[in-house]
C-alpha cells in the first residue's frame, strides 16, 4: 500500500519533532525491520560472496547483469551520509576490490558502483549499499539521462557555495626513522708488500 504525499509529510514533520534518544530508538526498529540487517542475522538466506567485520557482499536476487553484487554495511545506516570517514572508506576500498575481481570472474568488460543515497535518487530500501554491476558491450543497462539546462545564474551560485569549501585527507601514518649514531670505525693499517703488483 502506498501512502500518500500528506502521509509521508505527516511522518516527516513527526520525526523532525523527535529528541535524539527517540530518534535513536526509532533506527533500532526500522533495523529490526530492514532486509539488509536480517541478511546480516542470517534470518533471510543469500549468496554471499564477501564478508568482513563490518560489510557483506551478496549476489543480486534481481541482477541487472550476471555477478552483480550488492555490497552493504552491517551496522544499519540509511545512507552513506551517516557513515564516518573510516567506514566509508573500507567500504569504497572494498568495492573497488570486489569491482577487480568481478572482471575476472564474469570476463566483465567494465564494472558500475552505483550509490543512491535518498528516495528521489532511487533508493528503494532504507539501508546504504553499493550495486557492483558488471558491465558487457551491447547489455542494453541504461544509466544515461536527458541533459537539463542550467542557468549561467545557477551555475555560479553553485560553485560561490563551494568556495571555501574543504575535505581534509585522511592523514597518513608518519614513518619514523630511527636514527642510529654510528661507532666510530677503527682504522687498520695495511701493509703491502712492494714486490705486489697493485
Known amino acids: 500500500m502506498e501512502m500518500t504525499e500528506e502521509q509521508i509529510n505527516a511522518i516527516k514533520e513527526k520525526i523532525s519533532q523527535m529528541s535524539p534518544e527517540e530518534l535513536e530508538n526509532l533506527k533500532k526498529e526500522a533495523a529490526k525491520q530492514c532486509p539488509f540487517c536480517l541478511m546480516n542475522q542470517g534470518k533471510i538466506p ?3 560472496v564477501y564478508e568482513d567485520g563490518s560489510l557483506m557482499g551478496i549476489l543480486d536476487i534481481n541482477p541487472a547483469n550476471k555477478g ?3 555490497l ?3 551496522m544499519h545506516y540509511e545512507n552513506s551520509f ?7 572508506n573500507h567500504i569504497w576500498n572494498v568495492a573497488n576490490s570486489i569491482g577487480k575481481k568481478l572482471i575476472e570472474v564474469v570476463n566483465a568488460e567494465g564494472i558500475n558502483f552505483f550509490v543512491a ?10 539501508h546504504f549499499l553499493i550495486h557492483i554491476i558488471p558491465r558487457f558491450k551491447d547489455d542494453n543497462i541504461n544509466f544515461a539521462w536527458a541533459p537539463k539546462e542550467v542557468s549561467e545564474e545557477d551555475m555560479n551560485l553553485i560553485v ?9 585527507s585522511p592523514k597518513k601514518e608518519e614513518k ?8 666510530p670505525q677503527e682504522e687498520i693499517e695495511y ?8
Open 176 to 183: 619514523v626513522e630511527e636514527v642510529v649514531e654510528e661507532e
Open 68 to 70: 552483480h553484487i550488492i
Open 191 to 198: 701493509e703491502y708488500d712492494d714486490e705486489r703488483i697493485p
Open 46 to 48: 543469500v549468496k554471499k
Open 117 to 126: 543515497n535518498g528516495e528521489a535518487a532511487g533508493q528503494r530500501v532504507g
Open 72 to 74: 552493504f554495511p552491517k
Open 82 to 88: 551517516e557513515m564516518d570517514e573510516i567506514a566509508i
Open 160 to 168: 560561490n557555495s563551494f568556495q571555501g569549501f574543504y575535505v581534509e
